[in-house]
């Protein structure tokens, strides 16, 4: 009878001690699930981790398109830094959005609305040109191409190279794309050079040539439309959209086909709010941080 008794209580110890072990292992496997859920959310989030670019690399106390606005984005930690590029009259490679002497640039006044293209670089890199930030007027001059590559090559960031109509680029004359695709090469940032432009035919002529080159169709408000989705998506160009046209259906469309989408000038922490919601790819920017709030650097008193 004792004998029996032991072993009964024997069993309901083995049998408890199973029971513990059995609601250990129902805890560690919900643990276990719980945690792969999460890595599984991490790296979808990561996968769609919208990316800053610095607009002309940046805005604050300096011009724009100039040396210490590059300098301003890569402190500022934006993954790519934008600017335009232009070609003067005798071949030189430089930075400026506009192709006519604009007031708010320039400060010569003698030169104003006159075409830049017929100028030479010596006649063009002593100008002064200038920005008013917060009161003070801020002053430089033009910088080369090379000056924003060495920045590039420097840093860890990428290169978005805003091709503009220019002595030889554009949809007549291509003459000078070959010089332009060698001079990133010899700065060793091809793989993160990014050619972004509206003009299609310059578009085409480096897709053919350089069939492996970073290439981003630039649409506004009056060019974002079914016609140019298609066409960017039939030859593998990724796009950057004017903001306010960005939608989930042309987000969507350009993902499934591999392609990225560049979402330009993004301003406002609101606006930058919608964009990361429908997953781009890029937000180009002047003013906002990584973080998506306004930068110190960039606020107006």
């Not at 004998?3 to 408890?16: A, C, H, M, Q, T």
């Not at 002064?128 to 080369?144: A, Y």
């Not at 035919?201 to 970073?214: E, F, M, Q, S, T």
Request: aromatic share 10%.
């Amino acid at each position: 009878m004792f004998y029996g008794s032991v072993r009964i209580e024997e069993y309901d110890r083995f049998f408890n001690m199973n029971k513990k072990l059995k609601s250990v292992f129902v805890v560690l496997s919900f643990l276990i699930s719980a945690l792969a859920l999460n890595a599984d959310f991490e790296e979808s989030r990561k996968e769609y981790q919208t990316k800053w670019i610095g607009h002309r690399g940046s805005r604050g106390p300096f011009v724009q398109n100039t040396i210490p606005a590059f300098k301003e984005g890569v402190k500022r930690g934006y993954f790519a830094l934008e600017m335009d590029l232009r070609v003067s009259s005798d071949g030189v490679f430089y930075v400026c959005h506009d192709d006519v002497f604009l007031p708010y640039l320039f400060v010569d006044e003698e030169l104003h609305q006159k075409p830049m293209g017929n100028y030479t670089w010596d006649e063009l890199k002593d100008l002064e040109i200038k920005n008013r930030r917060n009161n003070p007027t801020h002053f430089d001059t033009l910088d080369l191409f090379e000056d924003y590559l060495k920045i590039v090559r420097d840093n860890d960031v990428h290169a978005i190279i805003e091709l503009k109509w220019t002595n030889g680029i554009n949809n007549n004359d291509t003459g000078n794309v070959e010089e332009l695709i060698q001079k990133v090469k010899s700065y060793e940032i091809y793989e993160r050079a990014t050619f972004f432009t509206s003009m299609k035919g310059v578009l085409d002529h480096i897709r053919k040539n350089y069939p492996d080159a970073n290439l981003m169709l630039l649409t506004g408000s009056q060019t974002t439309n079914q016609e140019n989705v298609d066409w960017a998506i039939e030859r593998k160009i990724s796009m950057g959209i004017i903001h306010p046209m960005v939608t989930e259906e042309i987000v969507s469309k350009l993902h499934e086909a591999g392609l990225k989408v560049n979402a330009w000038t993004v301003n406002s922490e609101k606006d930058a709010e919608r964009l990361r919601s429908l997953k781009v790819d890029f937000i180009t920017t002047d003013d906002l941080g990584t973080d998506g709030k306004v930068h110190p650097n960039s606020r107006v008193d």
